[in-house]
């Protein structure tokens, strides 16, 4: 379905993130018919140059990043954009995009800050200053959105003086995923699973977003971020509130929204004392990755002193009636054995076992929701092992994979996320009050880290992270679940 005609204007329109996703999204939107005939995309940055060198960049962005281009939809396409040379902290060329813009107020005028959150603040107040704004006006931001709980307010209330809540789009490309709106419709859309989804029958929960890259020349960014802001605040706890919050009203907004917010204002808050015992901190060292030899951390970065962590396992808890004693064990680290996200609700085990010690150990049914790669739900149950010789039982999986069960190309979550934005649909995008209540209960943490002092712990590239995390959960007498 086509959307409203609109001017996307994208900042940072020559970076990485506009290379390797904004433009590839907004191709495949149009090739799928998405884009309406009079849709524009004028891009900006601070660099000189021409409509014709713009589009050739783009051309080049596409190429590199889609297979099996159409030649007359990139076309099509590649005839959207213009561009014009924009100071984002200055005064030049800012008349020249209000020229381009003029004659255009009533179609959605979304503004994409692809850039340094240090410059969210000084492109909309000029937004504001040049009266670019307009009734369907929206203003689409990254992360990270501060450094802390005080800084995230400070750039909140900056984008707030222009644009009001209900034109703010803060993205956080996972709640974009196909596996992770499928989360939803897991519980949601199930009469199977909802009776189960509380203390009383899961015994724990696992969160894993592994790589298996490293910082990939971000070094400079991620250096002063570290996983847990990178990471943690945002996309890990993003898959916790969809596992755990309450049903929502409705799929609007704000029902998604008030309950997601309710489960990051439960979470257990954590002085130093709970940090140091159910935090792990770890940095990569030179070891082994798919493609042979890498170096580690600090010599990537070349700085031996840095502290940062390229690896966080927590174990958090929810204090509230549905999840009272019921540890979510999260983890996510740079350089670890693959590149697998999943999500793991363990159930508690059955209990009574009318079966002899002959049958085997029976272990606790698992649901798994593998939201990459190979995306897909398992539900693993135990069974009799077929044939004769008596009731032994084994566990096997009930397996969906998307890829088999479905022949669609899985868009990428810039693909829908975008075209949120233009629909005006906030429901997969972070409302203030929920980046600030992440980030409340962030902070202690890396304020315990801080007064700790103590260095991250080493672990080798191509491993599963510091033996610390494996301790961790082994301690509470569980495992973290690999079975790749
Ligand atoms: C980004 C982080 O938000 O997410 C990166 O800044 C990380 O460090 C990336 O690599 C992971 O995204 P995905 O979609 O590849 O899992």
Redesign the pocket.
Known sequence: IEVAPFDLIVFGATGDLAHRKLLPALYHRDLDGQIPADARIVACSRRDMSDADYREFARQAISEHVSDIEDEALSRFIDRLSYVAVDAAGERGWSELASALAGREDVVRAFYLAVSPDFFGPICERIGAHGLTTELARVVIE?PIGKDGESARKVNAAIGAVFREDQIFRID??LG?ETVQNLMALRFANALFEPLWNAAHIDHVQIT?A?A?GVEG?AGY?DTAGAMR??VQ??ILQLLCLVAMEPPESMDADSVRDEKLKVLKALRPMDADLAARTTVRGQYRAGASAGGAVPGYLEELDDPASQTETFVAVKAEIANWRWANVPFYLRTGKRLAARV?EIVVQFRPIPHSIFGEEAGAIPPNRLVIRL?PDEGVRMQVMIKDPGPGGMRLRQVPLDMSFAKAFAVRNPD?YERLIMDVIRGNQTLFMRRDEVEAAWAWVDPILQAWSTLKEAPKGYTSGTWGPSAAIALIERDGRTWFEDL
Do not use: F, G, T
Request: aromatic share 12%; hydrophobic share 25%; net charge positive.
């Open positions: 992360k490309h996972y995923k977003v790589e890259l971000r991620y990178d990471m945002n996309h996200s990459q979550a």
